[in-house]
């Protein structure tokens, strides 16, 4: 396992790699540690931190739990942030493949298509979606992954635009491979790695996005999300900081392990490129 | 009856907005199991007329005309079919192959599409290609770049006589290889044309392996042929300026056309 050994080389992707730990195991707990309902009421309204041990984040302005809240908010987090950025890198690279190998008039088209997308703001675009379809973790899902494709496509594009002026892919027309398959077999797995860098850029502007659209009251009104808890603590951000502050902690810790474990794969890999 | 005949061949580049001829009106055959070589400075047009023969470019004028066929009207898939018959090998081994693939894939992939071997058989036509180019049959499951310069050249040969073809184009073959292992690939070349009897378009700058390895030489220069002729002989003799200044520029031959 060299790949490995080369990505816990570094400082920052510990950190990363062990936030992100950190964060996996508060999502596969939350159901374990808090069997029951975040949302129900757990004790006096507005209990600050470390007063009471069963309690020991305090709890919000109608006695919920905030550590509960805190736990299953992770599992939203990560759930509509991995989503979103798979969906995005699958659209992404599916269009840049096609327009960087096709060429000519598909290419036209596809990455002026890309381009409307990207002129219009990422969020306005997810926030006009939501308003329109409704709210729901799906929607949300697909309204992020719709404004974070254009990024991977652009970047699969120039990368397949490189690659398929090698040599190897003229080696697989003249063994007589078929136009998709060279795309496909050939070009694509090759285009990937700098794709793949961009994964943890995505993942976490989708986690924030999705706080950003709990916090205007357009998230899953069932789940619990980071961004909803501070919205919630807004109106008492005065008497009661601690409400919108330890959600707020959590996402900056989030967005950071996710940026530093991204910088972490990108270290590694570039080894192995030069190498090769 | 020639194997392949170009005629009027002609295809222009745009360099700095204004139409630059890459290749102007060349015209060749190769007969069955002869080797043509295709000699001239950088930039006389020697690896794009390669890339026009296989049609991974296509030609502005002119005409190819391959195993008594039009190859220029094949399109699709008998184009696919027929490339079977016609390969190449490149330059740079490393660069000629997928960076992910190993030696084994490689070589399947023309058994496969060109539905040679079945899939159980593979396995086994793939070791005798290994064999047949003096490989151990050990190296189908290293990845490519796990091998040396000299024995990915041979994978490179093996891929190219994997699909029993008539003619292989050679693009620099040997240059990237250094002069004991050229040695040992050239042997290997010249063995494969006596027993399966391959032509091969031999496209080189060298003339101290052209004279050692081909029939035929057809000089180019900026994309015209500046003379052609049996190879010794145009070696030995050369008429164009061109031809002069090449064969002076070739430390082995010049003073030196006793042998």
């Known amino acids: 396992m060299n790949r490995l050994h080369r990505f816990f080389r570094t400082p920052e992707a510990i950190a990363g790699a062990l936030i992100l730990a950190l964060l996996v195991a508060m999502a596969l707990a939350a159901s374990l540690l808090f069997p029951g309902d975040p949302q129900a009421i757990a004790g006096p309204a507005l209990l600050p931190p470390f007063q009471d041990w069963s309690l020991p984040l305090g709890t919000d302005r109608l006695g919920r739990d905030v550590l509960a809240e805190l736990f299953h908010g992770a599992r939203t987090s990560l759930a509509v942030g991995l989503a979103a950025a798979a969906a995005a890198l699958l659209i992404g690279t599916v269009v840049g493949t096609l327009a960087g190998f096709a060429g000519g008039l598909i290419d036209e088209v596809l990455m002026r298509i890309t381009d409307a997308f990207q002129t219009v703001p990422g969020f306005l675009l997810a926030l006009a979606f939501v308003s329109i379809v409704g709210p729901s973790l799906g929607v949300v899902v697909v309204a992020i992954a719709l404004s974070a494709w254009t990024g991977p496509a652009r970047v699969a594009r120039a990368e397949v635009l490189s690659i398929r002026e090698r040599d190897y892919v003229a080696g697989a027309r003249v063994i007589g491979m078929h136009p998709i398959a060279i795309a496909f077999r050939e070009v694509l797995p090759n285009a990937l790695p700098p794709v793949l860098a961009l994964s943890s850029v995505i993942v976490a502007a989708a986690i924030l996005t999705e706080a950003a659209l709990s916090f205007l009251g357009l998230g899953d009104p069932n789940r619990v999300t980071w961004g909803g808890m501070i919205a919630e603590g807004r109106t008492v951000l005065r008497t009661a900081p601690y409400l919108s502050i330890v959600p707020g902690i959590a996402l900056v810790l989030t967005v950071l392990g996710v940026y530093l474990a991204g910088e972490g794969v990108v270290e590694s890999s570039a080894v192995r490129r030069s190498l090769s | ?259």
């Open chain 2, 1 to 259: 009856m020639s194997l392949l005949t170009v005629s009027n061949l002609a295809k222009r580049y745009r360099r700095r907005g204004r139409p630059f001829p890459a290749v102007d009106d060349v015209s060749f055959e190769v007969n069955p199991a002869e080797t043509l070589a295709l000699a001239g400075p950088s930039g006389s047009g020697k690896s794009t007329i390669a890339r026009l023969v296989l049609r991974l470019i296509e030609p502005d004028a002119g005409s190819i005309e391959f195993e008594g066929a039009d190859f220029l009207a094949l399109s699709g898939a008998a184009l696919r079919t027929r490339r079977a018959r016609l390969q190449m090998v490149f330059q740079d081994p490393l660069a000629a192959f997928n960076p992910r693939a190993t030696v084994a894939r490689v070589l399947d992939d023309p058994l496969r599409i060109h539905g040679l071997a079945s899939r159980t058989e593979r396995p086994r036509r793939i070791a005798a290609l290994l064999e047949r180019v003096g490989l151990e049959t050990g190296l189908a499951g290293r990845a490519i770049h796990e091998i040396s310069g000299g024995q990915r050249q041979r994978v490179a040969i093996a891929r190219a006589i994997a699909t029993k073809p008539s003619l292989i184009v050679l693009d620099e073959a040997v240059s990237a290889l250094d002069v004991s292992v050229r040695g040992q690939i050239l042997e290997l070349l010249l063995d494969l044309q006596r027993q399966e009897r391959i032509a091969y378009l031999f496209i080189s700058h060298d003339l101290g392996v052209i004279r050692a390895v081909a029939h035929r030489v057809v000089i180019l220069e900026a994309g015209r042929i500046a003379e052609s002729g049996d190879a010794r002989a145009v070696i030995a003799n050369p008429q164009s300026a061109i031809g002069k200044a090449l064969v002076a520029a070739t430390p082995r031959l010049h003073g030196n056309t006793a042998s």
